[in-house]
């Protein structure tokens, strides 16, 4: 069965500093990954996909992800994070077919002034 | 460009009813998945629907079940509802040609509560 891992259930960055948020999964093949974000009370938005070809994918707001084979790992990246940054991300997974996304956990991110 | 709407926004029920929750997916999709999301956790898939019928559910009893209608728009009904029922039901869509996987786009979510 698919799996996401997440490690860091809180993470706490300044305004303006760089911010990773890892994420782990474990899988068989190659799945579809996905990065999505979620404020307090609302649904979930994509922020970005990676499917196959580069492994460096961009997103909305200023968001990367490296998609490492070798580690089974989908790290989200931004250079310079904003106080509207604030909120959860979630990494899902996508095996294929009909089974839904798999989600990790989630990492709140809080944004010091 | 309408996204994916869902309704009611909230909901208060108590133990042992039976609720419902509506969606419509996202203009040009065909394909509906429901997932739970518990406070302070990631969404768990409950099911999938395309062409009407169910497609694929995850660990759910029976006492959740659903519908597509032939406008793709998806019905989740829950039966016998338990306090552990409480949370944040999201309704994502997609395309699926040929049934296979692509992105899936989320709405607001319903706001389930079990008293």
């Known amino acids: 069965a698919q799996s996401v891992t997440q490690p860091d259930i809180h993470i706490t960055v300044s305004e303006g500093a760089s911010l990773e948020l890892r994420c782990n999964y474990s899988?068989?093949?190659?799945?579809?990954l996905f990065w999505y974000v979620q404020s307090p009370g609302q649904g979930l938005q994509l922020l970005l996909k990676?499917?196959?070809?580069?492994?460096l994918v961009q997103g909305i707001k200023g968001f990367e992800a490296e998609f490492k084979r070798s580690q089974s790992s989908f790290n989200l990246r931004k250079p310079s994070v904003h106080w509207s940054d604030a909120a959860e991300y979630f990494c899902a997974v996508d095996g294929g077919g009909a089974d839904g996304l798999t989600f990790g956990k989630g990492t709140h991110l809080i944004i010091q002034p | 460009d309408a996204g994916v709407t869902q309704s009611p926004t909230h909901l208060i029920k108590t133990r042992g009813q039976q609720v419902t929750l509506r969606c419509s997916p996202k203009?040009?999709?065909?394909?509906v998945s429901w997932y739970q999301q518990a406070l302070g956790q990631g969404p768990q898939f409950i099911f999938q629907y395309y062409e009407e019928e169910e497609r694929q559910r995850g660990n759910f009893p029976d006492r959740f079940s659903g519908h597509q209608f032939p406008n793709y728009s998806s019905e989740l009904n829950v039966n016998a509802l338990l306090l552990g029922d409480s949370a944040l039901y999201l309704c994502?869509?997609?395309?699926?040609?040929?049934?296979?996987?692509?992105?899936?786009?989320f709405g607001p979510g319903t706001r389930l509560t079990v008293l």
């Open positions: 994502a869509s997609s395309f699926l040609p040929g049934g296979g996987s692509d992105t899936q786009y």
């Open positions: 203009s040009g999709h065909d394909t």
């Open positions: 990676y499917f196959s070809g580069d492994t």
């Open positions: 899988y068989g093949a190659t799945p579809y």
